[in-house]
């Protein structure tokens, strides 16, 4: 699935955003954008007063936008999603436009059908939500949205099961010339000291591994994810004789994007952006459900 | 008697006691255990699977550390006919609740319980739908 407007959406590219899925807002209107931007500021300053704020002594003054980004959506009846931003106005020239973004937080939907069907009238599906910026921030913006909208976020782990079939999708994506290794990270479990193994795949290899896995393109099943899993493992052993299905998956990098067992992504190619969100997407409405 | 796998060395066959109950135990965040047990189970003879072999799961506490697809397991409990049980170990309440659940199917299957045998575990796995 192609963006129409790669451009809108490149900005989202290359940054590392943090995963929380937030339940079903109540009474959220597409319509109100600038008014909850106006509360949200305002929420915003009473913290700091209230001393909450990130850096104390400085006259800090936080601009908050939100809006909409209609070309994030699976089909015509997701929720197009929302931006939210922070940027700081340097005090010294209040004239001067330039404004540095500190904070962004994203809710979004992309193919969620099974959410919104079951959801009253009154209630806006957005449950993947993405931040990158301090986690101050973050936390003051999710209690805003926790407040006014009734509803509840949660940090979205994903487990060695979840990464390993985003490491089979991802590398059975098409990609262009010099696409980079596949990388994955396993944590070995029950030792004094921690221990990191990095196991990295040519592109190309790992692509013509998943080709011979893959019976009908497009789809996948969790048995041709175990075979192509088994396959690097086997491998693995052969050389290095380590059971790595012993150990805990907790990172995997393509060309297409990464992903850790922290709930943390990193989009790197606008042309996979909505598919990617299609499964977190599923994944946030798993744990909310 | 505790093995890490199957099968037991031969040497110590005509020491060992009959064999009432087998527990495989499968820790849900290694894959290596689950093709541990899958590879162990070929050692098996099929005797054992009338009620005298069940499938312990370990590590269910925390599902964001899932490394094994659970509808494998439930495969295997299917295809092998036989129990599938779930527990925490680091949990001392059902550790101990575990252990006890065990302990009561071992007296099914050597026989100590009158009226009971370890064949009625066989009908207590069949699913209601298939009825």
Redesign the interface.
């Known amino acids: 699935q192609e963006s129409a407007y790669p451009q809108r959406t490149a900005f989202l590219l290359r940054k590392q955003w943090t995963l929380y899925s937030v339940t079903p807002l109540y009474r959220f209107s597409n319509a109100h954008l600038r008014d909850y931007a106006r509360l949200l500021s305002a929420f915003i300053a009473a913290e700091k007063q209230k001393g909450l704020a990130v850096e104390i002594g400085v006259e800090l003054d936080i601009k908050v936008a939100v809006s909409s980004l209609p070309d994030l959506k699976g089909s015509d009846r997701d929720q197009a999603a929302i931006l939210v931003q922070l940027s700081l106005r340097s005090p010294a020239s209040p004239k001067n436009s330039e404004e540095k973004l500190i904070w962004s937080g994203w809710f979004c939907c992309v193919s969620g059908d099974d959410l919104s069907d079951n959801v009253p009238e009154d209630f806006t599906c957005l449950p993947l939500f993405l931040a990158n910026g301090a986690e101050s921030y973050t936390s003051i913006v999710g209690s805003w949205f926790q407040k006014t909208f009734d509803c509840c976020f949660r940090r979205l782990?994903?487990?060695?099961?979840n990464l390993?079939w985003m490491a089979a999708m991802w590398t059975g994506c098409k990609v262009d010339k010099t696409a980079s290794a596949m990388e994955l990270v396993f944590s070995v479990?029950c030792l004094p000291h921690p221990l990191d193994i990095s196991y990295a795949i040519h592109p190309e290899d790992a692509k013509a591994l998943w080709d011979t896995v893959q019976k009908t393109p497009g789809e996948i099943t969790?048995e041709e994810v175990?075979v192509f899993?088994d396959c690097l493992?086997s491998h693995f052993h052969r050389h290095f004789k380590i059971?790595l299905?012993?150990?805990?998956?907790v990172k995997v990098s393509t060309a297409i994007a990464s992903a850790h067992?922290d709930g943390i992504i990193k989009f790197l190619q606008s042309q996979y952006l909505t598919g990617v969100l299609m499964l977190l997407t599923e994944l946030a409405i798993s744990q909310i459900q | 008697h505790l093995a890490t796998s199957l099968p037991l060395p031969s040497e110590r066959d005509h020491l060992r006691p009959r064999i009432d109950l087998i527990a495989f135990m499968i820790d849900i965040k290694s894959k290596y255990s689950l093709k541990n047990v899958e590879a162990s189970l070929d050692h098996v003879d099929a005797s054992f699977f009338l009620g005298k072999v069940c499938f312990l799961v370990t590590g269910v506490g925390r599902v964001n550390n899932c490394s094994v697809d659970m509808n494998a397991i439930w495969k295997l409990g299917e295809v092998y006919c036989s129990p599938v049980l779930f527990c925490e170990l680091e949990l001392e309440g059902i550790r101990v609740a575990t252990a006890q659940r065990l302990l009561r199917m071992l007296q099914i299957c050597a026989g100590h319980i009158p009226g009971v045998s370890a064949l009625s575990f066989g009908s207590l796995m069949r699913n209601s739908a298939d009825d």
Do not use: E, I
């Open positions: 782990a994903l487990s060695p099961l390993s479990p969790q175990d899993m493992y059971h299905s012993a150990t805990k998956l067992c």
